[in-house]
């Protein structure tokens, strides 16, 4: 069902998926189902990815919505990791731990959030978040 992550450069050995959060942001009584995936790989952390499934499609066809962090976001290291995802009625915050230029690849330092509000059409990003 994820087919938008190129895994060749990790060695081609598919997607993990690391962990699924359920919530129901968008008001339609179904929670929706958010998933942090990533690259599986022996050597090396590869960049995340998170996004947002439709709780009311068909468990064989999910209908993707959203994409909250894209693995495309790689700036001083291999991109932002997803420590944890919180909600508050329409709204979704992505808790991250990034890199600066100074971080080995096993030790992001940096803390940031995003917040994303559901407009009745797709997740937007507040400014500042």
């Known amino acids: ?12 050995e598919g997607v993990e998926i690391l962990r699924t959060w359920f919530a129901d942001v968008r008001g339609t009584g179904v929670p929706d189902a958010f998933v ?16 947002v499934y439709d709780g009311s499609s068909p468990p ?8 909250l962090l894209s693995a ?6 291999p991109g932002p990791r997803v420590a944890d995802i919180s909600f508050s009625g329409d709204s979704v915050t992505l808790s991250l731990a ?9 030790c992001p330092s940096l803390r940031l959030k995003r ?7 797709s997740f ?6």
């Open 60 to 67: 064989e066809a999910p209908r993707r919505i959203g994409v």
């Open 1 to 12: 069902m994820i087919d938008d992550i190129d895994c060749t450069d990790a060695g081609n």
């Open 98 to 106: 990034a890199y600066t230029a100074d971080d080995a690849f096993c």
């Open 115 to 121: 917040t994303f509000t559901w407009n009745g059409e």
């Open 124 to 129: 937007e990003r507040q400014a500042g978040a």
């Open 72 to 77: 495309e976001e790689k700036a001083n290291g």
């Open 36 to 51: 942090s995936f990533t690259c599986r790989h022996q050597a090396s952390t590869y960049p995340q990815q998170v996004e």
